[in-house]
Every structure is written in C-alpha cells, then in structure tokens.
C-alpha cells in the first residue's frame, strides 16, 4: 500500500524560504507522478507541482513557477518541495499526492490515488 507522510512545514518570514519532504513507502517501480497540492482557510485545494519519478520531468503552477522547486530522490523515496520568495498567499498546508503513471502530466487532484496528510505553511508578512 502507497504511503505518503509530508513534512518541513513552519512558520516564517515574507520573504524567506521552506523545503517541504514526502516520504513515500509501498511502490512497486518508479513509474509514478507525485504532486504537491496546497489548501488555504475557506478556498478550494490548487495542484502546485508535480514531478515524474521516472525521469524527472517537473511542471508548476503559474503562481510558483518562478520561485518553487519539486525534485526527487529516488534512493530516499523521497520528494521535495523547495519553496523561495514566500508570500503570505502561499499560506496553506500542503499535502504530497501519488498517481500510478508517468504519462500524463496533471495537476487536477481527482487524478491522484494517494494523499498524505499534509503540512502546515504559514507566512507571516
């Protein structure tokens, strides 16, 4: 069974920066996508970024393309989520999600299987 656990959330500076870690357990190769979702008080939960297990291919959110980095390392099973240039938008928690498949590059949730539990950003201005 794919398990997910996030961590590296925490409070901090406008300005500053966080490095978000999921660690995933139970796949059977690396054909997977993991994606990183966040969802702030009273809105609906966004898709962030998303990276290919298989050969490293990323994609990201207009919003965070110019300041966020998703990376893997393969031999930790583990995800991450750098994260720069802080604004107190990006206040959120943030969940890792896992999907069976590398092909299609998403960042619509409903095609994600597996959701960790998430963790808590909070950017103070």
């Known amino acids: 069974e794919v398990q997910l656990v996030e961590s590296g959330g925490g409070l901090v500076q406008a300005g500053g920066s966080l490095r978000l870690s999921c660690a995933a357990s139970?796949?059977?190769?690396?054909?997977?996508?993991i994606g990183w979702f966040r969802q702030a008080p009273g809105k609906e939960r966004e898709g962030v970024s998303c990276i290919n297990l298989s050969d490293g291919y990323t994609f990201y959110a207009e919003s965070v393309e110019d300041r966020f980095t998703v990376s893997s390392d393969n031999a930790k099973n583990t995800v991450y989520l750098q994260m720069n240039s802080l604004e107190p938008e990006d206040t959120a928690v943030y969940h890792c999600?896992?999907?069976?498949?590398?092909?299609?590059?998403?960042?619509?949730?409903?095609?994600?299987?597996?959701w960790g539990q998430g963790t808590q950003v909070t950017v103070s201005s």
């Open positions: 139970g796949f059977d190769s690396a054909d997977y996508t």
């Open positions: 999600a896992a999907r069976a498949g590398t092909i299609l590059v998403t960042l619509d949730q409903s095609d994600y299987d597996y």
